[in-house]
């Protein structure tokens, strides 16, 4: 009962952050921020694809309306990253793990698979996030730019996120 406490304050709290960084750090137009994919990664084995996309599009409505002003971008980007999170942890931490609802670490699995599975879901977050944000008003080379630059910071951003949420006594009472 007290890991639940903990994981769910853990993810207000990682979710607050990322409205302060959308209000308060201007990153400039190169540059899109973004945790929201290595929070939903990192929730707890065993959750349903349709919870874990309701959790999601939660999350990421709350983000569109307290902090980025234009409602359902952060929640049409963030759904389909909650869609493939089962799926992608089965393929990259083994079928053998998801069954047992097996937590992941860095220090259990290795930090390039766990850094695959975060630029994955950043990846499929910015991809959806430029495409509906450009809607065509910008070039091509501009939105590989953005995706380029907002992957590797996010990346980085999202690296000790992963981090704080999947250590190992955050994961034990998911068993």
Not at 81 to 109: C, M, P, Q, T, Y
Not at 157 to 164: F, G, H, K, R, Y
Request: charged share 10%.
């Amino acid at each position: 009962m007290k890991t639940s406490q903990n994981f769910t304050l853990m993810y207000i709290l990682l979710l607050t952050g990322q409205i302060l960084i959308c209000n308060f750090i201007n990153s400039g137009p190169y540059v899109m921020l973004s945790i929201l994919p290595a929070i939903v990664l990192c929730l707890p084995p065993g959750i349903p694809a349709i919870v874990l996309m309701l959790i999601a599009a939660v999350s990421g409505l709350a983000v569109d309306w307290l902090a980025e002003g234009v409602i359902g971008l952060n929640m049409a980007a963030l759904v389909p990253v909650a869609f493939v999170r089962n799926i992608l942890v089965r393929l990259l931490f083994g079928k053998e793990h998801s069954e047992r609802g097996d937590g992941f670490s860095i220090k259990k699995n290795g930090f390039p698979k766990i850094s695959a599975a975060i630029l994955v879901c950043q990846a499929i977050f910015l991809s959806v996030y430029i495409i509906i944000d450009g809607a065509g008003a910008r070039t091509f080379l501009f939105n590989l730019a953005r995706f380029a630059a907002s992957l590797l910071c996010g990346f980085l951003l999202s690296i000790p996120v992963v981090n704080m949420l999947t250590s190992g006594e955050r994961q034990e009472g998911w068993r």
